[in-house]
């Protein structure tokens, strides 16, 4: 890393904060913006009256605003606080309406009924719940789960509660699981909404359910909170149970499925894995991995408090286990960070791609420890306007993930900053999110990176690449950001299993430039468990905080209605109303290393892009058994070169030539290979090319039940199929099956989870998620059972499309089985002991 993209020390000009200073009057204020294209925009602020109790507030914006697909918002808004929600009072006018704006957005969100297209023949459906967003009247597990963990489940947790319990499923009437199912009979589980080959188990995100319910479950009343928990740990057991039969991977102890909120494979994955969706099932996400680490957690508590030591004691030991396999796994000592995710089957390594929210969860849920947190902050990259939600980015490829800051992962990012005392970071993320709202007189869902524009053209490109694509003002995980920004990190109050936290972070730029004007910050009528807290920051003098330098302030003192008290208090030392004084003192340096890079928003620049992934192909010499590689690059390889990976370990780095042959002969066994482009000037690595194995192995025809084995071994089994009960990136459909094998006698020696995601209409056959199995000399009989899959959930009873309002579907057209030996790699999962169930082939098929 050189020292452009590693500055310690002062900010300085490099942080252009969004609050910068204020040409201010008593009922009204400006702050202008620099653009990235050499302009500025003006916001202005103004309230009838100042000094009323409520204020209401007029906003305009002299950026274009965006609606929906164009930029043709208007520029002006109001707003008005409301007794229902806390206020801000900082001197600042900008500063206290900005707060006021989240606040106005996130009661805009808190509706009676919800509504998609996609069910209830798109009529409304009863449900005192969030909606998602101005373009999103619906409620998806993810979206509310970040957003609670934000903020939401402090500020109306009753609400979080209701929506929590609207993503929690049943089976439908008259629906059974196959034989192997785990859980209880009813099979209440958290659901997996629609998406990448036909949801679950392609996608296991559903498991951030537990983010929002373990928050929800803090802020609750009791008697509610009682009732609520009873609740989640049935569900919690029930999706936890089964996940581990279709979703973990015995082989290196992690959780397969696709990256939590990246769900645009185009956006993150290599170009071939559309056409592929079995690989992207099998590959490991650090975000995903973290998601089930918190279940796990939040599961094992619940099952103490309930009186179940025995579940407490297994859940509590799979979240260690977890843990250690994410730091094996994830962890990249050279680059000073975690991959976001692995290859998938054949391959398995951990790529040299990272992601935001990923790296930031590690460090909110305690997976890294206090070096890694440091590292993680001082390593991943900062554009001009914020942190992009993955690194480096993908050419070719439209604004969305790609290219873009989202509001809610850089509040995760700020958490994690605050946590660890990284100052640097802290008030990027701080800009971003402040500059964010003011703007675009909005909470948005997403930003260019480089330009932090709402929808940033480009004309120049030979596709389409302007974006972002979708951006929804109003959107509530970036509500949520918002408000537990103010909250959680400027006021530093947080809800804790017994009462409150109390940890302000409040840097020595913040304060002098967004509370500069006053010697308190006050936060009003903050309700929390039915106790009021006015929260108020008394701030040293700004002269304290000179512009040469940078830290944070430590806690001087805490006082709760007059007396002394300390950060932590009890729900029972509170009173109905309470005044509660944190003082701060002395500015402490903490940590102040950022990486900063830039760039041309439209120019695919290596310092800032992956290469294109290579194609591959392979063969093997007949006489000695050494395979060659031969690769392929899709674009200009100047400066470009090459590093092979032999079952998931890099086995030649830094190659200029299009082919390579292997000195290590393969006989007996198997090997798979894979190819990465680098660039030299950067060193960016792409995704992975699609594995090669040199024992391509045989396939058996659908008709064919049987087969003989010849010589013990390890292999891998794989259905031949096609899927296409709908496209790849929607529906619920994904064929989820229990593949046994019987010995002669009939007895079952092995079995698990396969998966046959959604697949392309015009592609041929597909492999489903392979079956790693180890076989003695002999004769076996392949079965296929029933497992399940999101169509079962009486959720999806309303769904307009397969597998809904029609009845449950869980088919594929299967026509052969294939088998080769098993390459020595992660990744490829062990089959599970079957549970000693057999059932008809095609009895349960849906």
Known sequence: ?????????????????????????????????????????????????????????????????????????????????????????????AFDALFALAGTEMQRNAVSQIQDGSYNGGQPIPCDCFKTGELWHYVWTRDLSYAAALSLAMLDPQRVRNSLEFKLAGYREGVTPGPDVAGTADGLQIVQDTGSGGSWPVSTDRMSWAFGADEALKALAPAERQDFAVTALKALRNTLENDRLAAFDQADGLYTGEQSFLDWREQSYAAWIPTDLA???????????????????????????????????????????????????????????????????????????????????????????????????????????????????????????????WPFVTAHGLRAAAMTGNVAVADAAYDTLLRGAALNLSNMENFEWLSGEPLLADKQAQADLSGPVVNSRQMLWSIGGYLGMVIGEIFGVRTTDTGIALHPFVTAKLRRVALGA???????????????????????????????????????GVTVNGQPAGTALDWSALADDNLVEIRLGQLLPGQQVIRRVDGKPNQADPALYAPFEPAATLSTSHANGTPTVRITY?????????????????????????????????????????????????????????????????????????????????????????????????????????????????????????????????????????????????????????????????????????????????????????????????????????????????????
Not at 20 to 44: E, F, I, K, M
Not at 309 to 328: E, S, T
Not at 376 to 396: E, T
Not at 523 to 550: E, F, H, I, M, S
Request: charged residues 15%.
């Open 634 to 846: 899709p674009g200009d390889s100047t400066g470009v070169v090459y590093n092979i990976y032999r079952d998931g370990q890099q086995v030649a780095q830094g190659l200029t030539a299009s082919t390579w042959t292997d000195r290590v002969p393969v006989k007996g066994g198997n090997a798979c290979y894979a190819v990465e482009a680098v660039y030299t000037s950067s060193g960016n690595r792409s995704h992975h090319s699609a594995p090669m194995c040199a024992q391509a192995g045989q396939t058996i025809g659908a008709a064919v039940h049987n087969i003989r084995i010849t010589r013990s071994g390890v292999y891998v089994l794989q259905l031949l199929y096609r899927n296409t009960a709908h496209q790849i990136n929607l529906g619920i459909t994904g064929s989820v099956k229990w593949l046994a094998l019987k010995d002669r006698t009939g007895r079952e020696v092995t079995g698990g989870v396969v998966q046959m995601p959604h697949s392309p209409e015009r592609a041929g056959l597909s492999y489903s998620t392979p079956m790693r199995v180890s076989l003695k000399t002999g004769n076996y009989q392949f079965e296929l059972r029933d497992f399940y899959n999101m169509s079962y959930l009486q959720s999806n009873a309303t769904y307009g499309d397969a597998g809904g309002i029609r009845g449950p579907l869980n088919r594929a057209d299967i026509q052969g089985v294939h088998i080769m030996p098993a390459p020595s790699l992660p990744g490829v999962r062990t089959a599970a002991h079957s549970h000693g169930k057999t059932a008809n082939l095609l009895q349960k098929n849906k």
């Open 518 to 556: 006053t010697d308190t910050a006050t936060l009003n009528n903050l309700q929390l468990r039915g106790k009021r807290l006015q929260v108020r920051l008394l701030l040293p003098p700004v002269a304290t905080a000179p512009a040469d330098r940078q830290g944070y302030y430590a806690i001087d």
């Open 279 to 405: 690989s992207m099932a099998r590959s490991k996400a650090l975000s995903t991995n973290v998601a089930h680490y918190q279940a796990l957690t939040l599961a094992a508590k619940l099952a103490r408090e309930q009186g179940v030591p025995i579940l407490a004691a297994r859940y509590q030991g799979w979240a260690a286990d977890l843990k250690a396999a994410i730091n094996r796994r994830f962890w990249q000592a050279d680059a000073g960070m975690y991959s976001s995710l692995t290859a998938g089957h054949f391959d398995g390594a951990a790529l040299y791609k990272y992601d935001w929210l990923g790296q930031s969860l590690a460090i909110i849920h305690g997976i890294a420890d206090t070096a890694q947190a440091q590292s993680i902050l001082a390593h991943y990259p900062h554009g001009p306007m914020g942190a992009p939600v993955i690194f480096p980015q993908q050419q070719g490829v439209s604004i969305y993930h790609n290219r873009a800051m």
């Open 1 to 93: 890393m050189n020292a452009k993209q590693l500055q310690w020390g002062a900010l300085g000009a490099a942080l252009s904060l969004a609050l910068p200073a204020l040409a201010q009057t008593p009922a009204s204020s400006a702050a202008t913006y620099p653009a990235w294209d050499g302009h500025h925009n003006t916001v202005r602020y103004a309230t009838p009256d100042a000094d009323a109790a409520l204020r209401s507030y007029t906003q305009t914006t002299t950026q274009r605003v965006r609606q929906g697909e164009t930029l043709d918002g208007k520029q002006k808004t109001t707003y008005a606080e409301t007794a229902q929600m806390p206020t801000v009072r900082s001197s600042n006018l």
